[in-house]
């Protein structure tokens, strides 16, 4: 590879790097939602896995008082959780992409 060449690599990773790092900023501010148990339990996450909104409908309290199923409700929030970094990691696997032009897969620990 010719120094020409190496300099254009280089300035093209940089620009790469930048660009990354707008999208990781940017997702900050993107959110995907996601819900269980007929929408009884709901959460919302931003485009980097974290959950910024966690809701749990009042009728499933609507039980019998201390008759509430815990077990259920924890499936239900797990439920929702593993849902919604799914789909809050396929929103920044597509924005990265768009960045990489597809190395991301190519490079491991990328994003």
């Known amino acids: 590879m010719s120094a020409a060449n190496m300099g254009d690599f280089v300035r093209q990773a940089g620009r ?7 999208v990781q900023e940017e ?23 974290e959950i910024v909104k966690l809701s749990i409908d009042p009728k499933f309290f609507g039980k019998v008082a201390g ?22 990691k396929a929103l920044m696997k597509t924005e990265m ?9 190519m490079i491991p620990g990328l994003f």
Not at 28 to 37: E, P
Not at 97 to 105: C, D, I, R, S
């Open 67 to 88: 008759q509430v199923d815990v077990e259920m409700l924890e499936d239900l929030v797990t439920a929702v959780v593993t849902q919604g970094i799914e789909k809050s």
């Open 27 to 49: 997702l900050k501010g993107r959110y995907v939602q996601a819900a269980s148990g007929g929408d009884l339990v709901e959460a919302t996450f931003n485009g980097q896995q």
């Open 16 to 22: 790469m790097k930048k660009d990354m790092e707008r």
């Open 97 to 105: 992409e768009q960045v990489t032009g597809g190395l991301g897969g």
